[in-house]
């Protein structure tokens, strides 16, 4: 009975996440609209709040002033910067609007004898834009050492990576929170801002494929895929490698890298050993094959996840534009694994023993036939939604939570595991990267860098890829890609709305081919390349970071040239 309950309470709750879901991005698209004054017989004064780098600016206090007194008339600018103040009958002859808010310079414009005029009679009066600059406090330079501090103990610390982001915002919020009894100056931002900061709908699709996939992982299906791979290379290790590519990259296009690897990789040693063979040579492989094969979907990598809910790029938009990219990639990654493991290759390895043979075929049973026959077709319908769900304009977080609920209701699992198989690791490191993310733009920093790489790049759409993709890479190097790509996300949307006549999509394409790719110039360059170090690690094979670097960096050099010459043919030749 106690179990029957969890399991009612569970669907209840992905029940609720569903329609909240569906509210957040309801909301969402009504914040974007222009606004809309119905009431013909009364007299509105509207205008809108930009920044220098005519970027609107959200949640800035106007307050209507006559004869330099309140008047108890006010507005908020919203989302998209507009801002509307309904007016009573008074109209002085000396009227003005304040601007205000923290980490901006309050800014006071006095209206014109013109406006004034207007606004005597019902109708709508506007300001037009006013631009209101930054104001750099001390809470600008409190954030910058913390986001550094954060940054540090995610790439030069064994720390994990959700406890680095965890420690970064609550500096932040305890700033914030503590700061204000000592000097306003010291305010980040407050709690709700923090929490409005985060993505849910990057939350909500992260949640949604791991359930799925728990499903899919539970039927043996990945099992039987890595033994189908040596079965069919015939024990040939060049044969071999390319195969568990292709597989690698295939299946990291549909489930989250870290994931991909966490099911391959230990079948794969397993297969090694059998083969006597060092582990390492197939596990490069197939890592490096995980982080490119994972850029041509939406789902394929954390990156991807957040550039298509920021930018609004659909399933198909990255299924069309960058697999050509990725084919291209990934068979320059292929010749050059084959050339860098020729020796190994031409010395082979041990055919494996019956024994041994059989049981690598016993551990690699498809375990649950009709729980795979049922996730095939909820995938299938995944899918499609993933595919038109632009045009239904359902989102894709929605799509996630509508299939893992499917599977658990039409599967009936253990709910129990299926909340354990849950990475809630992953989603805390997610929210409180949002977060820190969100203090960023708070204080203006995401501001200074886009101006920086606008003056660097001008009006040049060509140096614009080339400095994106490029940056990208060799900083994902050193710097785990995923908080890169969080930071970068607004610069790539300024410098969009800032190039004439580019492809709103292309820069964005070019960060996500330069933050997955890059991600194997090193061990810390993506996530699933510590996790495949930390699976060899436990089965005794040590992958250093120097060892990493020497396969890894070559790779990606190789990827992202050609990656990159993908998107000057799709861009700027056709």
Same mark, same amino acid.
Request: aromatic share 10%; with cysteine.
């Given at each position: ?14 029940? @609720? ?46 307050? =209507? ?11 908020? +600018?919203? &989302? ?17 609007? !304040? ?64 406890? &680095? ?8 919020? &305890? ?86 690897? =966490? ?11 059998? %083969? ?11 890592? %490096? *094959? ?5 850029? &041509? ?5 954390? +990156?991807? @996840? ?37 020796? #190994? ?6 055919? *494996?023993?019956?024994? %041994? ?35 239904? #304009? ?74 994106? !993709?490029?940056?990208?890479? =060799? ?9 890169? +790509? ?57 992958? !250093? ?21 993908? %998107? ?7």
């Amino acid at each position: 009975m106690k179990i029957a309950c969890c399991k009612y309470r569970f669907f209840w709750l992905l029940s @609720i996440v569903f329609v909240l879901a569906g509210l957040v991005s309801c909301s969402a698209a009504i914040d974007d609209r222009p606004p809309i004054v119905r009431d013909k017989d009364k007299t509105v004064l509207i205008g809108r709040a930009i920044n220098a780098q005519n970027m609107p600016i959200d949640r800035l206090q106007i307050s =209507l002033l006559a004869e330099e007194q309140p008047t108890g008339l006010s507005a908020r +600018t919203r &989302a998209d910067g507009w801002f509307v103040i309904e007016l009573d009958e008074t109209i002085d002859s000396h009227m003005s609007l !304040t601007f205000s808010r923290r980490h901006y310079r309050t800014e006071n414009i006095t209206l014109t004898l013109e406006q004034l005029e207007a606004l005597k009679a019902p109708g709508v009066v506007s300001v037009g834009s006013v631009v209101i600059e930054r104001q750099r406090t001390a809470a600008f330079w409190i954030t910058i050492i913390i986001f550094l501090f954060m940054m540090v103990l995610i790439g030069a610390t064994p720390m994990h990576n959700a406890l &680095a982001a965890l420690v970064g915002a609550s500096l932040l919020l &305890a700033t914030s929170a503590l700061g204000h009894l000592f000097s306003d100056s010291l305010i980040v931002f407050g709690f709700n801002q923090a929490v409005a900061a985060v993505d849910w709908n990057v939350i909500f699709l992260i949640m949604g494929m791991m359930i799925v996939i728990a499903v899919i992982e539970g039927t043996g299906l990945f099992r039987w895929l890595a033994f189908f791979a040596y079965k069919t290379s015939g024990g040939r290790l060049g044969k071999l490698m390319v195969i568990l590519m292709v597989l690698t990259a295939v299946s990291s296009a549909f489930l989250d890298n870290v994931t991909t690897m =966490l099911l391959m990789a230990p079948i794969t040693i397993r297969i090694a050993l059998a %083969l006597d063979i060092d582990p390492l040579i197939l596990l490069f492989p197939e890592v %490096l *094959a995980s982080n490119v094969g994972g850029l &041509a979907t939406m789902v394929g990598t954390p +990156t991807n @996840i957040l550039i298509a809910s920021y930018s609004g790029i659909s399933f198909s938009g990255f299924l069309i534009n960058l697999s050509p990219g990725v084919f291209l990639a990934l068979g320059g990654i292929a010749v050059y694994i084959l050339l860098r493991y020729r020796k #190994q290759i031409e010395a082979g390895g041990t055919e *494996a023993s019956p024994e %041994l043979l059989e049981r690598l075929k016993q551990g690699a049973v498809i375990d649950e036939p009709i729980h795979l026959k049922k996730a095939g077709w909820v995938g299938l319908g995944m899918l499609i939604l993933f595919l038109v769900g632009e045009h239904l #304009q359902v989102p894709p977080a929605v799509i996630a939570l509508m299939g893992a609920t499917s599977l658990l209701v039409w599967i009936k699992p253990n709910v129990e595991e299926m909340i354990e198989a849950v990475d809630w690791t992953t989603l805390v490191f997610f929210i409180t990267l949002f977060m820190v993310i969100g203090a960023l733009q708070e204080v203006g920093l995401i501001d200074l860098l886009a101006v920086g790489v606008s003056y660097l790049v001008g009006d040049s759409q060509f140096l614009a890829m080339l400095v994106i !993709t490029w940056l990208a890479a =060799l900083i994902s190097t050193v710097i785990p890609n995923i908080p890169f +790509t969080a930071t970068m996300l607004p610069v790539v949307g300024y410098l969009t709305a800032s190039i004439p006549g580019i492809d709103p999509h292309c820069l964005f394409f070019c960060l996500a081919v330069g933050a997955a790719m890059g991600g194997n110039g090193s061990l810390i360059g993506a996530s699933a390349n510590l996790v495949t170090a930390g699976i060899a690690e436990r089965a005794g094979y040590s992958i !250093t970071f120097a060892h990493f670097f020497k396969v890894g960096f070559p790779a990606l050099l190789i990827s992202v040239s050609l990656g990159f010459l993908w %998107l000057l043919i799709r861009y700027l030749v056709f």
